[in-house]
């Protein structure tokens, strides 16, 4: 694993017999946000856009730079950190799960609404929608004789997330369903029919060799169990804070208290105002 700086953001490269991965990090500014290049001999997939355009347009430099065509997009889920960058993608064949496609066609027009404050500072974020135009399917598929296999999860940080298997070297692109050392957007742990953990708990049987997630530099090692550990801290705390916070300001003040206090170390204490947002009313 060798990670090298960008102006922006910063790129780890896991190299294996016949592909390698780079994960491109976007600075902390633009929410440590992952986007993964899978380079084949002859192609590469993408797996998620960015958030901010700038460092989408970093993404898209270093793209560029491999001097391979893009096969596919892949989107992984329907939070705005992982699609906005279609924006400089249009020419591309964007895939994302059917269901994750019909969130972005009935609510993209909407989440691009809410976020236009941001361009007050620059162009940020687009102005309107790019939608995945094909649609993923569960199961194997095989580019440049390296198969993957598209894995769906439910009820986890979003109501569905595709993850990414690579079966030969034991790998799983997880994309949010895992965050690598890095605070989580846990507002989907608040409501009762959520199997995030559950899920994590049940994949540590595959022992995979590599796990990428969608926020945090890339970490060898371990980053299931910290981070099924997160979410069960995670869960006290929204029922504290529920419990014996009397408004939305004591309420976050509690979670986030909790939160920051047992995770000094993780990056992007920003997300977890962000979720308390979410979370309490
Ligand atoms: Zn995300």
């Given at each position: 694993m060798k990670t090298i700086n960008l102006q922006a953001g910063t790129v780890t490269t896991n190299e294996f017999s016949n592909f390698s991965i780079h994960t491109y990090t976007s600075p902390e500014s633009g929410g440590l946000v992952n986007s993964q290049i899978i380079e084949t001999s002859n192609h590469l997939i993408l797996v998620d856009t960015q958030y901010l355009l700038p460092f989408a347009t970093e993404l898209k430099e270093y793209l560029s730079g491999i001097k391979k065509p893009i096969e596919r997009i892949i989107i992984s889920?329907?939070?705005?950190d992982h699609w906005f960058g279609n924006e400089f993608f249009q020419d591309q064949k964007i895939f994302a799960l059917q269901e994750v496609r019909t969130i972005l066609e009935q609510a993209g027009d909407a989440i691009i609404e809410s976020y236009?404050?941001?361009?007050?500072?620059?162009?940020?974020?687009?102005?309107?929608k790019t939608l995945p135009n094909f649609t993923l399917k569960e199961g194997l598929f095989t580019l440049d004789g390296v198969e993957f296999s598209v894995v769906k999860f439910t009820d986890?940080?979003?109501?569905i997330i595709a993850g990414i298997e690579i079966p030969k070297e034991n790998i799983l692109i997880a994309q949010d369903l895992v965050y690598d050392f890095t605070h989580a957007f846990t507002a989907e742990l608040a409501n009762t029919q959520n199997k995030w953990i559950e899920i994590l708990e049940s994949i540590q049987s595959k022992n995979y060799s590599l796990i990428l997630g969608g926020h945090g530099t890339p970490s060898a090692g371990d980053i299931l169990t910290p981070a099924i550990a997160y979410l069960h801290d995670a869960t006290t705390a929204i029922q504290k804070a529920l419990k014996e916070g009397t408004d939305k300001e004591s309420k976050t003040q509690i979670y986030s208290q909790s939160m920051l206090g047992k995770y000094p170390e993780f990056k992007a204490p920003i997300l977890v105002q962000l979720c308390s947002n979410y979370m309490f009313n």
């Amino acid at each position: 694993m060798k990670t090298i700086n960008l102006q922006a953001g910063t790129v780890t490269t896991n190299e294996f017999s016949n592909f390698s991965i780079h994960t491109y990090t976007s600075p902390e500014s633009g929410g440590l946000v992952n986007s993964q290049i899978i380079e084949t001999s002859n192609h590469l997939i993408l797996v998620d856009t960015q958030y901010l355009l700038p460092f989408a347009t970093e993404l898209k430099e270093y793209l560029s730079g491999i001097k391979k065509p893009i096969e596919r997009i892949i989107i992984s889920h329907s939070h705005p950190d992982h699609w906005f960058g279609n924006e400089f993608f249009q020419d591309q064949k964007i895939f994302a799960l059917q269901e994750v496609r019909t969130i972005l066609e009935q609510a993209g027009d909407a989440i691009i609404e809410s976020y236009q404050f941001m361009n007050e500072n620059g162009s940020l974020v687009p102005t309107a929608k790019t939608l995945p135009n094909f649609t993923l399917k569960e199961g194997l598929f095989t580019l440049d004789g390296v198969e993957f296999s598209v894995v769906k999860f439910t009820d986890v940080e979003d109501s569905i997330i595709a993850g990414i298997e690579i079966p030969k070297e034991n790998i799983l692109i997880a994309q949010d369903l895992v965050y690598d050392f890095t605070h989580a957007f846990t507002a989907e742990l608040a409501n009762t029919q959520n199997k995030w953990i559950e899920i994590l708990e049940s994949i540590q049987s595959k022992n995979y060799s590599l796990i990428l997630g969608g926020h945090g530099t890339p970490s060898a090692g371990d980053i299931l169990t910290p981070a099924i550990a997160y979410l069960h801290d995670a869960t006290t705390a929204i029922q504290k804070a529920l419990k014996e916070g009397t408004d939305k300001e004591s309420k976050t003040q509690i979670y986030s208290q909790s939160m920051l206090g047992k995770y000094p170390e993780f990056k992007a204490p920003i997300l977890v105002q962000l979720c308390s947002n979410y979370m309490f009313n």
